[in-house]
T-cell receptor
C-alpha cells in the first residue's frame, strides 16, 4: 500500500514564525503536491513538484515555498506564518507513468496560527 | 480563477436510491477528469477517472459521464449506501510536458439517510 505520511496531525504556531510541514511518500512517486483545505473552498493547490529540485506554483503560492531535495520528501514552508494561513494542509503523491490520476493523500496537518 | 466547480454544495438521498453529483468545468484543455471521495478525518481517495476523449466510464456501482459540449461532469452512484456519505470532489489534470497539475473543485457533501 502506498503510504503518504505528514509529520504532524496538529500544529500551533505563532504569527511570524517560520513553519515547516513535512511530507514523505514510500512509493517512489515522481509527483508530489501540497494543498490547503478550507470550508467551502475545497482543496486549493499551493505548489507541486514532478521531480527532485523541480517545483511549480499552484493556484495560491503566495506566502509559501517548497523544497524537494529527495524524491520521497516534499516540504512546505511558511516563511512568516500569518493567521490567514490557519488551515488543513494536505500532501499527496502520484506516479505520472502508471497512475497520474490517482493521487494518494496523507492524513493532513491542521495548522493553527495564533 | 477556479476551473473546476460544482452546482450544489450538499446532496441528501435515501439509502438504496441512486445519487448524482454534478460538476462544471471551464478548461477544455484538461486531459483527465477525476472523482475523489473524502470521509471525515481522512484525506481524499480516488474513485474513478475519465479521459477527456471519452464520454462515459463505469466502475463498481459508479458511473462517470462527461459532456464536453456543455463542459459538464457527473458522478452517478447506484444503490447509495450509508458508507457513501462523504464529500465528493471533482478534479482535473492538465499536463504540461513532464508535469501534471491536479486541481480540485469545492466539493459536494453527500448524506445518505437510512
Amino acid at each position: 500500500d502506498v503510504k503518504v505520511t505528514q509529520s504532524s496531525r496538529y500544529l500551533v504556531k505563532r504569527t511570524g514564525e517560520k513553519v515547516f510541514l513535512e511530507c514523505v511518500q514510500d512509493m517512489d512517486h515522481e509527483n508530489m503536491f501540497w494543498y490547503r483545505q478550507d470550508p467551502g473552498l475545497g482543496l486549493r493547490l499551493i505548489y507541486f513538484s514532478y521531480d527532485v529540485k523541480m517545483k511549480e506554483k499552484g493556484d495560491i503560492p503566495e506566502g509559501y515555498s517548497v523544497s524537494r531535495e529527495k524524491k520521497e520528501r516534499f516540504s512546505l514552508i511558511l516563511e512568516s506564518a500569518s493567521t490567514n494561513q490557519t488551515s488543513m494542509y494536505l500532501c499527496a503523491s502520484s506516479d505520472p507513468w502508471t497512475g497520474m490520476t490517482e493521487a494518494f493523500f496523507g492524513q493532513g496537518t491542521r495548522l493553527t496560527v495564533v | 480563477g477556479e476551473s473546476v466547480g460544482l452546482h450544489l454544495p450538499t446532496l441528501s438521498v435515501q439509502e438504496g436510491d441512486n445519487s448524482i453529483i454534478n460538476c462544471a468545468y471551464s478548461n477544455s484543455a484538461s486531459d483527465y477528469f477525476i472523482w475523489y471521495k473524502q470521509e471525515s478525518g481522512k484525506g481524499p481517495q480516488f474513485i474513478i477517472d475519465i479521459r477527456s476523449n471519452m464520454d462515459k466510464r463505469q466502475g463498481q456501482r459508479v458511473t462517470v459521464l462527461l459532456n464536453k459540449t456543455v463542459k459538464h461532469l457527473s458522478l452517478q452512484i447506484a444503490a447509495t449506501q450509508p458508507g457513501d456519505s462523504a464529500v465528493y470532489f471533482c478534479a482535473e489534470i492538465r499536463s504540461g510536458g513532464s508535469n501534471y497539475k491536479l486541481t480540485f473543485g469545492k466539493g459536494t457533501l453527500l448524506t445518505v439517510n437510512p
